[in-house]
């Protein structure tokens, strides 16, 4: 089993930057394509970014790329969302996922943190 808990979320304003945590628990995820979704009010859960088991490669959802960046740091069980020049249009709950391919299926999901940017 691997548990996930995303952190660093909050209020920023448009243009503002956000890093974005993702700390597992129970086993390594080294072995683990990591993923970020994303989940605005009223609107169906969303890809954002992919990085594969040694963070050699990554993919982007086209509203996002050449702002944001995924990483990971396997040494601390943690993948990262690095979130520059935030607009409002990307205010949502961001969740991780843990899959042992791509796209999916995805055998983890943390439980969310809030990101909300004010204009």
């Known amino acids: 089993q691997v548990q996930l808990v995303e952190s660093g979320g909050g209020l920023v304003q448009a243009g503002g930057s956000l890093r974005l945590s993702c700390a597992a628990s129970g086993r390594s995820i080294s072995s683990y394509v990591m993923d970020w979704f994303r989940q605005a009010p009223g609107k169906e859960r969303e890809f954002v970014a992919a990085?594969?088991?040694?963070?050699?490669?990554?993919c982007y959802a086209d509203s996002v790329k050449g702002r944001f960046t995924i990483y990971r740091d396997n040494a601390k069980n943690t993948v990262y969302l690095q979130m520059n020049s935030l607009q409002p249009e990307d205010t949502a709950v961001y969740y991780c996922a843990a899959g042992r391919s791509w796209p999916g299926p995805y055998n983890y999901w943390g439980q969310g943190t809030q990101v909300t940017v004010s204009s």
């Open positions: 990085i594969s088991w040694s963070g050699g490669n990554t």
